[in-house]
Protein backbone atom coordinates (compact mmCIF):
# COMPACT_ATOMS: atom_id res chain seq x y z
CA UNK A 1 0.00 0.00 0.00
CA UNK A 2 3.24 2.23 -0.38
CA UNK A 3 1.78 3.15 -3.51
CA UNK A 4 1.94 6.89 -5.05
CA UNK A 5 -1.53 8.73 -5.18
CA UNK A 6 -0.87 9.22 -9.20
CA UNK A 7 0.00 5.97 -11.13
CA UNK A 8 1.91 6.30 -14.30
CA UNK A 9 2.48 3.17 -16.65
CA UNK A 10 3.74 2.21 -20.02
CA UNK A 11 2.04 0.30 -22.70
CA UNK A 12 3.94 -1.01 -26.14
CA UNK A 13 1.89 0.03 -29.47
CA UNK A 14 3.07 -2.43 -32.07
CA UNK A 15 2.60 -2.50 -35.94
CA UNK A 16 0.15 -4.95 -35.24
CA UNK A 17 -1.89 -2.73 -33.27
CA UNK A 18 -2.36 0.09 -35.49
CA UNK A 19 -5.03 1.10 -37.80
CA UNK A 20 -3.88 1.65 -41.71
CA UNK A 21 -2.38 4.97 -41.33
CA UNK A 22 -0.14 3.56 -38.58
CA UNK A 23 -1.77 5.29 -35.63
CA UNK A 24 -3.68 3.47 -33.15
CA UNK A 25 -7.23 3.39 -33.03
CA UNK A 26 -9.52 5.03 -30.95
CA UNK A 27 -10.54 1.87 -29.21
CA UNK A 28 -6.95 0.75 -28.73
CA UNK A 29 -6.62 3.97 -26.80
CA UNK A 30 -9.66 3.26 -24.46
CA UNK A 31 -7.64 -0.13 -23.91
CA UNK A 32 -4.95 1.29 -22.40
CA UNK A 33 -6.85 3.73 -20.46
CA UNK A 34 -9.05 0.51 -19.31
CA UNK A 35 -5.63 -1.00 -18.47
CA UNK A 36 -3.89 2.01 -16.43
CA UNK A 37 -7.30 1.78 -14.69
CA UNK A 38 -6.93 -1.50 -13.87
CA UNK A 39 -3.65 -1.40 -12.50
CA UNK A 40 -3.75 1.59 -10.54
CA UNK A 41 -7.28 0.31 -8.81
CA UNK A 42 -5.47 -2.90 -8.14
CA UNK A 43 -2.33 -2.26 -6.35
CA UNK A 44 -3.70 0.33 -4.47
CA UNK A 45 -6.50 -2.44 -3.26
CA UNK A 46 -9.81 -1.46 -5.37
CA UNK A 47 -9.28 -3.32 -7.83
CA UNK A 48 -11.42 -6.07 -9.98
CA UNK A 49 -10.24 -8.76 -6.84
CA UNK A 50 -11.11 -6.54 -4.03
CA UNK A 51 -14.58 -5.71 -5.64
CA UNK A 52 -15.10 -9.05 -6.41
CA UNK A 53 -14.71 -10.34 -2.94
CA UNK A 54 -17.59 -8.35 -1.78
CA UNK A 55 -19.21 -9.41 -4.91
CA UNK A 56 -19.08 -5.80 -6.59
CA UNK A 57 -17.66 -4.89 -9.67
CA UNK A 58 -16.35 -1.14 -10.74
CA UNK A 59 -18.69 -0.21 -13.98
CA UNK A 60 -17.72 2.51 -16.59
CA UNK A 61 -20.38 5.14 -16.64
CA UNK A 62 -19.01 7.90 -18.80
CA UNK A 63 -15.51 8.89 -20.71
CA UNK A 64 -14.13 11.39 -22.62
CA UNK A 65 -11.06 11.39 -24.51
CA UNK A 66 -10.02 14.04 -26.30
CA UNK A 67 -6.81 13.51 -28.56
CA UNK A 68 -4.42 16.58 -29.39
CA UNK A 69 -2.33 14.25 -31.67
CA UNK A 70 -2.47 10.93 -32.60
CA UNK A 71 1.33 9.16 -32.78
CA UNK A 72 2.16 7.28 -36.25
CA UNK A 73 4.13 4.27 -35.56
CA UNK A 74 5.42 5.19 -32.57
CA UNK A 75 6.59 2.24 -30.02
CA UNK A 76 4.82 3.68 -26.51
CA UNK A 77 2.17 5.09 -25.17
CA UNK A 78 2.33 6.56 -21.62
CA UNK A 79 -0.79 6.80 -19.05
CA UNK A 80 -0.89 9.36 -15.96
CA UNK A 81 -3.99 8.34 -13.95
CA UNK A 82 -5.71 9.38 -10.89
CA UNK A 83 -9.03 9.52 -9.14
CA UNK A 84 -9.73 13.40 -8.09
CA UNK A 85 -12.79 12.82 -6.56
CA UNK A 86 -14.81 10.42 -4.61
CA UNK A 87 -18.82 10.96 -4.42
CA UNK A 88 -21.40 8.45 -2.56
CA UNK A 89 -22.29 6.39 -5.80
CA UNK A 90 -19.61 7.78 -8.57
CA UNK A 91 -15.75 7.90 -8.93
CA UNK A 92 -14.23 10.23 -11.03
CA UNK A 93 -10.98 8.87 -12.64
CA UNK A 94 -8.57 11.10 -14.77
CA UNK A 95 -5.89 10.54 -17.27
CA UNK A 96 -3.12 12.48 -19.18
CA UNK A 97 -1.48 10.99 -22.22
CA UNK A 98 2.43 11.52 -23.19
CA UNK A 99 4.00 9.49 -26.47
CA UNK A 100 7.12 8.04 -26.43
CA UNK A 101 9.41 11.24 -26.60
CA UNK A 102 7.03 12.64 -23.56
CA UNK A 103 5.09 15.14 -25.52
CA UNK A 104 1.61 15.59 -24.28
CA UNK A 105 -0.52 13.95 -26.81
CA UNK A 106 -3.54 13.91 -24.87
CA UNK A 107 -6.79 13.61 -22.06
CA UNK A 108 -9.32 11.55 -20.62
CA UNK A 109 -11.71 11.68 -18.45
CA UNK A 110 -14.60 8.84 -16.79
CA UNK A 111 -16.95 8.21 -14.72
CA UNK A 112 -17.15 4.92 -12.64
CA UNK A 113 -20.27 2.89 -10.39
CA UNK A 114 -19.74 0.40 -8.05
CA UNK A 115 -22.17 -2.10 -8.80
CA UNK A 116 -23.64 -4.89 -6.85
CA UNK A 117 -23.30 -8.32 -8.93
CA UNK A 118 -26.31 -9.68 -8.04
CA UNK A 119 -28.79 -6.76 -8.32
CA UNK A 120 -26.96 -4.89 -11.16
CA UNK A 121 -27.33 -1.68 -8.57
CA UNK A 122 -25.18 0.99 -8.15
CA UNK A 123 -23.28 0.61 -4.42
CA UNK A 124 -22.34 3.20 -2.55
CA UNK A 125 -18.37 3.62 -2.64
CA UNK A 126 -17.57 6.14 0.06
CA UNK A 127 -17.57 3.38 2.73
CA UNK A 128 -14.96 1.65 1.04
CA UNK A 129 -11.96 1.84 4.01
CA UNK A 130 -8.62 3.57 2.85
CA UNK A 131 -10.20 4.19 -0.66
CA UNK A 132 -9.97 8.38 0.30
CA UNK A 133 -6.22 7.87 0.55
CA UNK A 134 -5.73 8.43 -3.01
CA UNK A 135 -7.92 11.37 -4.23
CA UNK A 136 -5.53 13.56 -5.80
CA UNK A 137 -6.90 17.18 -6.56
CA UNK A 138 -5.37 17.61 -9.85
CA UNK A 139 -8.19 18.55 -11.75
CA UNK A 140 -8.64 16.81 -15.64
CA UNK A 141 -7.39 18.90 -18.53
CA UNK A 142 -10.33 18.80 -20.40
CA UNK A 143 -14.14 18.77 -19.86
CA UNK A 144 -16.41 16.44 -18.51
CA UNK A 145 -18.67 14.92 -21.31
CA UNK A 146 -21.48 17.45 -22.43
CA UNK A 147 -25.57 16.62 -22.18
CA UNK A 148 -25.39 14.41 -25.32
CA UNK A 149 -29.38 15.11 -27.00
CA UNK A 150 -31.44 12.11 -28.06
CA UNK A 151 -31.88 11.15 -31.88
CA UNK A 152 -35.47 11.66 -31.87
CA UNK A 153 -35.28 10.59 -36.38
CA UNK A 154 -35.01 7.26 -37.58
CA UNK A 155 -31.54 7.13 -38.12
CA UNK A 156 -30.05 4.05 -38.24
CA UNK A 157 -26.70 3.34 -40.01
CA UNK A 158 -25.83 -0.27 -38.83
CA UNK A 159 -27.12 -3.01 -37.29
CA UNK A 160 -24.74 -5.76 -35.43
CA UNK A 161 -25.64 -8.72 -32.86
CA UNK A 162 -23.92 -9.40 -29.76
CA UNK A 163 -20.81 -11.77 -29.84
CA UNK A 164 -18.51 -13.88 -28.01
CA UNK A 165 -15.73 -11.09 -28.62
CA UNK A 166 -18.06 -8.31 -27.84
CA UNK A 167 -18.34 -9.87 -24.27
CA UNK A 168 -16.02 -8.66 -21.23
CA UNK A 169 -15.71 -10.65 -17.99
CA UNK A 170 -19.34 -10.22 -16.24
CA UNK A 171 -21.02 -11.18 -20.00
CA UNK A 172 -22.08 -7.85 -21.27
CA UNK A 173 -20.52 -5.76 -24.69
CA UNK A 174 -17.09 -4.81 -23.67
CA UNK A 175 -17.02 -0.60 -22.62
CA UNK A 176 -13.75 -0.49 -25.17
CA UNK A 177 -15.76 -2.82 -27.81
CA UNK A 178 -19.16 -0.07 -28.02
CA UNK A 179 -16.54 2.56 -29.23
CA UNK A 180 -14.55 -0.31 -32.31
CA UNK A 181 -18.28 -0.41 -33.23
CA UNK A 182 -19.16 2.97 -33.27
CA UNK A 183 -15.72 3.79 -35.33
CA UNK A 184 -16.39 1.53 -37.66
CA UNK A 185 -19.12 3.44 -39.20
CA UNK A 186 -16.98 5.93 -40.68
CA UNK A 187 -16.06 5.42 -43.50
CA UNK A 188 -12.11 5.06 -44.12
CA UNK A 189 -11.83 8.28 -46.41
CA UNK A 190 -12.61 10.31 -43.35
CA UNK A 191 -9.78 8.59 -41.79
CA UNK A 192 -7.73 9.21 -44.29
CA UNK A 193 -8.20 13.21 -44.04
CA UNK A 194 -8.88 14.10 -40.41
CA UNK A 195 -8.98 12.50 -36.76
CA UNK A 196 -11.32 12.19 -33.92
CA UNK A 197 -10.30 15.29 -31.78
CA UNK A 198 -12.88 14.49 -28.67
CA UNK A 199 -14.89 11.59 -27.92
CA UNK A 200 -18.05 11.47 -25.56
CA UNK A 201 -19.94 8.04 -24.28
CA UNK A 202 -22.60 7.80 -21.70
CA UNK A 203 -23.16 4.21 -20.79
CA UNK A 204 -26.88 3.67 -19.73
CA UNK A 205 -27.87 -0.09 -20.19
CA UNK A 206 -25.69 -3.14 -20.73
CA UNK A 207 -25.36 -4.85 -24.29
CA UNK A 208 -26.69 -8.94 -23.76
CA UNK A 209 -25.05 -11.59 -25.20
CA UNK A 210 -27.51 -12.21 -28.78
CA UNK A 211 -28.82 -8.80 -28.77
CA UNK A 212 -29.19 -7.32 -32.22
CA UNK A 213 -28.18 -3.27 -31.48
CA UNK A 214 -28.51 -0.64 -33.99
CA UNK A 215 -26.54 1.89 -34.87
CA UNK A 216 -28.01 5.02 -35.16
CA UNK A 217 -25.71 8.42 -36.28
CA UNK A 218 -26.19 12.09 -37.22
CA UNK A 219 -24.61 14.95 -38.32
CA UNK A 220 -25.40 17.66 -35.15
CA UNK A 221 -23.17 20.23 -36.64
CA UNK A 222 -19.90 20.38 -39.16
CA UNK A 223 -17.87 17.15 -38.45
CA UNK A 224 -19.53 16.59 -34.73
CA UNK A 225 -22.04 13.44 -35.15
CA UNK A 226 -24.16 12.29 -32.19
CA UNK A 227 -24.41 8.91 -31.91
CA UNK A 228 -26.90 5.96 -30.08
CA UNK A 229 -26.43 2.15 -29.53
CA UNK A 230 -30.03 0.82 -29.73
CA UNK A 231 -31.80 -2.65 -28.21
CA UNK A 232 -35.08 -3.52 -28.86
CA UNK A 233 -36.20 -1.40 -26.26
CA UNK A 234 -34.14 1.20 -25.91
CA UNK A 235 -30.68 3.16 -25.89
CA UNK A 236 -27.97 1.23 -24.27
CA UNK A 237 -24.99 4.19 -24.94
CA UNK A 238 -24.78 7.57 -26.60
CA UNK A 239 -21.88 9.23 -27.77
CA UNK A 240 -20.66 12.30 -29.60
CA UNK A 241 -17.79 12.67 -32.13
CA UNK A 242 -15.90 15.81 -33.42
CA UNK A 243 -13.49 15.41 -36.02
CA UNK A 244 -11.02 17.30 -37.03
CA UNK A 245 -8.02 17.95 -39.76
CA UNK A 246 -5.29 15.59 -39.35
CA UNK A 247 -2.34 16.90 -37.29
CA UNK B 1 22.87 -7.18 -32.48
CA UNK B 2 23.90 -8.50 -29.08
CA UNK B 3 20.74 -10.14 -28.56
CA UNK B 4 19.80 -13.84 -28.07
CA UNK B 5 19.07 -15.88 -30.62
CA UNK B 6 16.10 -17.08 -29.06
CA UNK B 7 13.38 -14.22 -27.48
CA UNK B 8 11.31 -14.39 -24.80
CA UNK B 9 8.63 -11.58 -23.89
CA UNK B 10 6.21 -11.48 -21.14
CA UNK B 11 2.67 -9.81 -21.85
CA UNK B 12 0.47 -8.65 -19.51
CA UNK B 13 -3.45 -10.09 -19.70
CA UNK B 14 -5.88 -7.73 -18.06
CA UNK B 15 -9.06 -8.50 -16.86
CA UNK B 16 -10.39 -6.24 -19.32
CA UNK B 17 -8.58 -8.09 -22.22
CA UNK B 18 -10.29 -11.66 -21.27
CA UNK B 19 -13.24 -13.24 -22.38
CA UNK B 20 -16.92 -14.06 -20.54
CA UNK B 21 -15.14 -17.02 -18.62
CA UNK B 22 -12.01 -14.67 -17.58
CA UNK B 23 -9.91 -16.44 -20.07
CA UNK B 24 -8.16 -14.73 -22.78
CA UNK B 25 -9.19 -15.06 -26.44
CA UNK B 26 -7.53 -17.07 -29.35
CA UNK B 27 -7.53 -13.42 -30.94
CA UNK B 28 -5.71 -11.99 -27.69
CA UNK B 29 -3.47 -15.10 -28.15
CA UNK B 30 -2.45 -14.75 -31.42
CA UNK B 31 -2.29 -10.77 -30.90
CA UNK B 32 0.37 -11.59 -28.60
CA UNK B 33 2.01 -14.34 -30.85
CA UNK B 34 2.59 -11.16 -33.42
CA UNK B 35 3.78 -8.86 -30.74
CA UNK B 36 6.68 -11.20 -29.66
CA UNK B 37 6.90 -12.04 -33.35
CA UNK B 38 7.31 -8.31 -34.28
CA UNK B 39 9.70 -7.49 -31.04
CA UNK B 40 11.92 -10.70 -32.03
CA UNK B 41 12.62 -9.28 -35.52
CA UNK B 42 12.62 -5.58 -34.64
CA UNK B 43 15.25 -6.66 -32.15
CA UNK B 44 17.14 -8.60 -34.03
CA UNK B 45 17.47 -6.34 -37.09
CA UNK B 46 14.78 -7.71 -39.83
CA UNK B 47 11.29 -5.94 -38.47
CA UNK B 48 9.05 -4.18 -39.42
CA UNK B 49 10.95 -0.79 -40.09
CA UNK B 50 14.54 -2.68 -41.58
CA UNK B 51 11.48 -4.47 -44.00
CA UNK B 52 9.94 -1.37 -44.69
CA UNK B 53 12.94 0.40 -45.84
CA UNK B 54 13.47 -2.35 -48.48
CA UNK B 55 9.97 -1.86 -49.93
CA UNK B 56 8.85 -5.28 -48.65
CA UNK B 57 6.53 -6.62 -45.49
CA UNK B 58 6.15 -9.44 -43.25
CA UNK B 59 2.94 -11.25 -44.44
CA UNK B 60 1.71 -14.54 -42.16
CA UNK B 61 0.97 -17.21 -44.53
CA UNK B 62 0.14 -20.28 -42.38
CA UNK B 63 -0.62 -20.04 -37.88
CA UNK B 64 -1.36 -23.27 -35.76
CA UNK B 65 -2.04 -23.15 -32.19
CA UNK B 66 -2.51 -25.26 -29.70
CA UNK B 67 -3.75 -24.73 -25.90
CA UNK B 68 -2.98 -27.38 -23.39
CA UNK B 69 -5.34 -25.38 -20.66
CA UNK B 70 -6.08 -21.19 -21.00
CA UNK B 71 -5.56 -19.35 -17.95
CA UNK B 72 -8.08 -18.03 -15.89
CA UNK B 73 -7.55 -14.49 -14.78
CA UNK B 74 -4.06 -14.56 -14.80
CA UNK B 75 -2.63 -11.68 -14.89
CA UNK B 76 0.77 -12.60 -17.27
CA UNK B 77 1.85 -14.90 -20.49
CA UNK B 78 4.90 -15.58 -21.18
CA UNK B 79 6.32 -16.21 -24.77
CA UNK B 80 9.06 -17.92 -26.29
CA UNK B 81 10.08 -17.15 -30.18
CA UNK B 82 12.47 -18.54 -32.48
CA UNK B 83 12.98 -19.10 -36.17
CA UNK B 84 13.61 -22.44 -36.83
CA UNK B 85 14.04 -22.62 -40.28
CA UNK B 86 14.20 -19.97 -43.59
CA UNK B 87 13.77 -21.29 -46.56
CA UNK B 88 14.04 -19.27 -50.04
CA UNK B 89 10.84 -17.63 -49.83
CA UNK B 90 8.84 -19.04 -46.44
CA UNK B 91 10.66 -18.79 -43.51
CA UNK B 92 9.21 -20.29 -40.09
CA UNK B 93 8.49 -19.35 -36.60
CA UNK B 94 7.84 -21.86 -33.44
CA UNK B 95 6.33 -20.65 -29.88
CA UNK B 96 6.39 -21.85 -26.81
CA UNK B 97 3.56 -20.65 -24.00
CA UNK B 98 4.07 -20.35 -20.43
CA UNK B 99 1.46 -18.97 -17.54
CA UNK B 100 2.82 -16.42 -15.20
CA UNK B 101 3.84 -19.34 -12.70
CA UNK B 102 5.97 -20.69 -15.34
CA UNK B 103 3.64 -23.93 -16.58
CA UNK B 104 3.58 -24.82 -19.92
CA UNK B 105 0.20 -23.98 -21.16
CA UNK B 106 0.29 -24.05 -25.28
CA UNK B 107 2.38 -23.91 -28.26
CA UNK B 108 2.33 -22.26 -31.70
CA UNK B 109 3.94 -22.03 -35.18
CA UNK B 110 3.63 -19.93 -38.14
CA UNK B 111 5.27 -19.23 -41.77
CA UNK B 112 5.64 -15.92 -42.97
CA UNK B 113 6.37 -14.81 -46.37
CA UNK B 114 8.45 -11.02 -47.35
CA UNK B 115 6.27 -9.37 -49.71
CA UNK B 116 7.57 -7.08 -51.90
CA UNK B 117 4.92 -3.78 -51.06
CA UNK B 118 4.44 -3.15 -54.81
CA UNK B 119 3.76 -6.34 -56.73
CA UNK B 120 2.44 -7.87 -53.22
CA UNK B 121 4.70 -11.46 -54.55
CA UNK B 122 6.52 -13.08 -52.29
CA UNK B 123 10.48 -11.84 -52.35
CA UNK B 124 13.78 -14.25 -51.90
CA UNK B 125 14.24 -14.21 -47.88
CA UNK B 126 17.60 -15.87 -47.95
CA UNK B 127 19.63 -12.60 -49.61
CA UNK B 128 18.67 -11.06 -46.02
CA UNK B 129 22.36 -10.15 -44.71
CA UNK B 130 22.77 -11.78 -41.13
CA UNK B 131 19.12 -13.24 -41.30
CA UNK B 132 21.17 -16.93 -40.85
CA UNK B 133 22.49 -15.99 -37.39
CA UNK B 134 19.42 -16.32 -35.69
CA UNK B 135 18.31 -19.30 -36.48
CA UNK B 136 17.57 -22.08 -34.17
CA UNK B 137 17.40 -26.19 -34.70
CA UNK B 138 14.68 -26.27 -31.88
CA UNK B 139 11.86 -28.39 -33.28
CA UNK B 140 8.18 -27.00 -32.47
CA UNK B 141 6.39 -29.42 -30.16
CA UNK B 142 3.45 -29.15 -32.57
CA UNK B 143 2.61 -30.52 -35.68
CA UNK B 144 2.38 -28.22 -38.75
CA UNK B 145 -0.88 -26.91 -40.16
CA UNK B 146 -2.84 -29.96 -42.24
CA UNK B 147 -3.99 -29.77 -45.28
CA UNK B 148 -7.78 -28.06 -44.76
CA UNK B 149 -9.88 -29.85 -47.18
CA UNK B 150 -12.05 -27.27 -49.61
CA UNK B 151 -15.69 -26.85 -48.63
CA UNK B 152 -18.03 -27.93 -51.38
CA UNK B 153 -21.17 -27.50 -49.97
CA UNK B 154 -22.77 -23.81 -49.24
CA UNK B 155 -22.37 -23.67 -45.65
CA UNK B 156 -22.44 -19.95 -45.10
CA UNK B 157 -22.78 -18.88 -41.64
CA UNK B 158 -22.02 -15.03 -41.51
CA UNK B 159 -21.33 -12.58 -43.37
CA UNK B 160 -19.63 -9.29 -42.70
CA UNK B 161 -18.14 -5.82 -44.36
CA UNK B 162 -14.53 -5.03 -43.64
CA UNK B 163 -14.50 -2.67 -41.85
CA UNK B 164 -12.07 0.27 -40.38
CA UNK B 165 -11.03 -1.74 -37.33
CA UNK B 166 -10.23 -4.55 -39.49
CA UNK B 167 -7.93 -3.20 -41.04
CA UNK B 168 -3.91 -3.79 -40.55
CA UNK B 169 -0.95 -0.90 -41.48
CA UNK B 170 -1.21 -2.44 -44.98
CA UNK B 171 -4.58 -2.07 -45.67
CA UNK B 172 -5.75 -5.59 -45.01
CA UNK B 173 -8.13 -7.49 -43.11
CA UNK B 174 -5.54 -7.86 -39.98
CA UNK B 175 -4.37 -11.41 -39.60
CA UNK B 176 -5.96 -11.56 -36.29
CA UNK B 177 -9.25 -10.31 -36.71
CA UNK B 178 -9.59 -13.32 -39.03
CA UNK B 179 -9.56 -15.33 -35.38
CA UNK B 180 -12.13 -13.51 -33.58
CA UNK B 181 -14.65 -13.38 -37.16
CA UNK B 182 -14.30 -17.50 -36.75
CA UNK B 183 -14.00 -17.00 -33.08
CA UNK B 184 -17.60 -15.50 -33.31
CA UNK B 185 -19.26 -18.46 -35.42
CA UNK B 186 -19.37 -20.03 -32.17
CA UNK B 187 -22.07 -19.91 -29.21
CA UNK B 188 -21.05 -19.19 -26.22
CA UNK B 189 -22.72 -22.22 -24.88
CA UNK B 190 -20.00 -23.69 -26.50
CA UNK B 191 -17.51 -21.46 -24.70
CA UNK B 192 -19.11 -22.76 -21.36
CA UNK B 193 -18.00 -26.61 -21.98
CA UNK B 194 -15.36 -26.77 -24.27
CA UNK B 195 -11.91 -24.81 -25.03
CA UNK B 196 -10.55 -24.89 -28.99
CA UNK B 197 -7.86 -26.66 -28.18
CA UNK B 198 -5.88 -26.91 -31.77
CA UNK B 199 -6.54 -23.76 -34.23
CA UNK B 200 -5.16 -23.81 -37.62
CA UNK B 201 -5.42 -20.96 -40.34
CA UNK B 202 -3.95 -20.57 -44.12
CA UNK B 203 -4.29 -17.29 -45.24
CA UNK B 204 -4.47 -17.14 -49.30
CA UNK B 205 -5.59 -14.21 -50.19
CA UNK B 206 -6.15 -10.43 -48.60
CA UNK B 207 -9.48 -9.10 -47.55
CA UNK B 208 -9.85 -5.30 -48.76
CA UNK B 209 -11.47 -2.37 -47.58
CA UNK B 210 -15.22 -2.86 -47.96
CA UNK B 211 -15.35 -6.03 -49.25
CA UNK B 212 -18.53 -8.59 -48.12
CA UNK B 213 -17.32 -11.57 -46.84
CA UNK B 214 -18.63 -14.83 -46.10
CA UNK B 215 -18.00 -17.10 -43.47
CA UNK B 216 -18.32 -21.01 -44.21
CA UNK B 217 -18.38 -23.73 -40.97
CA UNK B 218 -18.79 -27.65 -41.60
CA UNK B 219 -18.48 -30.35 -38.82
CA UNK B 220 -15.77 -32.63 -40.07
CA UNK B 221 -15.56 -35.05 -37.67
CA UNK B 222 -16.85 -34.50 -33.93
CA UNK B 223 -16.00 -31.62 -32.78
CA UNK B 224 -13.46 -30.74 -35.63
CA UNK B 225 -14.44 -27.63 -37.58
CA UNK B 226 -13.35 -26.77 -40.98
CA UNK B 227 -14.07 -22.98 -42.02
CA UNK B 228 -13.24 -20.59 -44.68
CA UNK B 229 -13.48 -17.04 -45.51
CA UNK B 230 -14.72 -16.01 -48.43
CA UNK B 231 -15.44 -13.66 -50.92
CA UNK B 232 -17.25 -12.96 -54.51
CA UNK B 233 -14.47 -14.16 -56.17
CA UNK B 234 -12.23 -17.12 -53.95
CA UNK B 235 -11.64 -18.32 -50.57
CA UNK B 236 -8.99 -15.55 -48.66
CA UNK B 237 -8.29 -18.06 -45.67
CA UNK B 238 -9.32 -22.07 -44.45
CA UNK B 239 -8.89 -22.79 -41.20
CA UNK B 240 -9.70 -25.71 -39.03
CA UNK B 241 -10.85 -25.50 -35.25
CA UNK B 242 -11.02 -28.45 -33.03
CA UNK B 243 -12.45 -28.31 -29.71
CA UNK B 244 -12.21 -30.22 -26.53
CA UNK B 245 -13.43 -30.38 -22.69
CA UNK B 246 -12.77 -27.38 -20.37
CA UNK B 247 -9.80 -27.87 -18.47
Excluded at 111 to 122: H, N, Y
Excluded at 179 to 196: A, C, G, K, N, R
Amino acid sequence: MNNPIVGIYAFPLEAYTSDFRGKPTLHAIGGVLMQAATRHAEERGFGYSAMNEQNRAWVLSRLAIEMRRFPINDHQIRVRTWVPEINRLFTERCFSLNDSAGNHIGDARSLWAAIDLETRKPTVITDMPGFDRFICREPSAIENVRKIPPIKENCTVESFTVKYSDLDINGHLNSIKYIEHLSDTFPVEMYQQQDVRRFEICYTAEGRYGAQLDILKKEDHDGVFVMEIKNSEKTICSARVSWGINR
